[in-house]
């Protein structure tokens, strides 16, 4: 896949995984980048990507991913400037991790995991970034249906791609119950827009990363990545968040990769 006509929507650009994506399709040539996040620090991050690239593709977006209008304004703004937006990597995700089940030392009672926590890992983690790659793939039917396209052909070409970032914690992890129950909810979304959405000539896939040296990980501090993450990696550091962007453009651009592929260092959990 040629990238450099190609418009994307990356959420989450302004740190880590999203903003490493953004810099690799930069390499590529892409024609323009959505950079979204809800932090304020995305716009320096736009500036210092078209330094580096000594042009200007990434556009810098500050709002919240689970705001709907704040979607379409988006696709809207990057649509009118350099037209439909054929790749999305929807990003931006967030932890509240803690245990399911606890019990206070002092009452003997148990303490379940906050309901409305969970809550916002799911509106973040599973249905934002599925509704910011429906919102491409319906402008994409919608453009289709105008030009009296019907069924999609092989011979017209890939007409678009999404990579969902999901995590090795899919596969579950202590202490992660919603985040992990909202990367093994992206692996659903992934088969089914797949299977729905290859009508319209688009591809959709799930990326799952292994520990990635971002603000994330290096949240949860030295000691834990020493303890905790590091002797079960058997590459025995954690991953650059640039060969986690190699590998989510590798996705996009090779129309034969389909399903979920997993960039985890040899990650093997414990129990
Ligand atoms: N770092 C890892 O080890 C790792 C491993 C597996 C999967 N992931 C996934 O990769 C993705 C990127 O993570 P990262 O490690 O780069 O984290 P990060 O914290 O560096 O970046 C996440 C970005 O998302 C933004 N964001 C969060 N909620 C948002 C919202 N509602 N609207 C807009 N922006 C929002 C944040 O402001 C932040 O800039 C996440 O989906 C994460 O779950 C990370």
């Not at 591809?203 to 994330?216: K, L, N, Y």
Request: aromatic share 8%; proline share 4%; with cysteine.
């Amino acid at each position: 896949m040629d990238f450099s006509k190609r418009a994307a929507v990356i959420t989450g650009g302004g740190s880590g995984i999203g903003r490493a994506v953004a810099a690799a399709m930069g390499k590529r040539g892409i024609g323009a980048v959505a950079l979204v996040d809800l932090n304020a620090a995305v716009d320096g991050v736009a500036d210092a990507l078209n330094t580096e690239a000594g042009r200007s593709f990434a556009l810098p977006f500050r709002g919240d991913t689970t705001d709907e209008a704040f979607r379409a304004q988006v696709f809207d703004r990057i649509s009118q400037q350099h037209g439909p937006v054929s790749l999305c990597v929807p990003a931006a995700g967030i932890t509240r991790d803690d245990l399911s089940v606890r019990i206070d030392k002092l009452t003997g009672k148990a303490r379940i995991y906050p309901l409305e926590q969970f809550k916002q890992v799911v509106d973040v983690n599973l249905i934002a970034p599925v509704y910011w790659s429906l919102e491409m793939i319906g402008r994409i039917a919608e453009d289709r249906a105008a030009r009296g396209l019907k069924r999609w052909r092989p011979d017209e070409g890939i007409q678009g791609s999404v990579v969902f970032i999901g995590s090795i914690s899919s596969q579950g992890n202590r202490g992660q119950i919603s985040y992990a129950s909202t990367k093994a909810g992206l692996e659903g979304a992934a088969a089914t827009i797949m299977k729905e959405a290859m009508f319209y000539g688009v591809r959709c896939s799930v990326i799952h990363p292994g520990f990635t040296d971002t603000p994330m990980v290096r949240a949860m501090g030295e000691d834990y990545v020493a303890k905790n993450i590091l002797p079960y990696t058997q590459l025995g550091r954690l991953i650059q968040p640039d060969e986690i962007a190699d590998a989510i453009c590798f996705m996009l651009a090779n129309a034969a990769v389909s399903g979920e592929l997993w960039v985890d260092a040899g990650w093997h959990a414990p129990a």
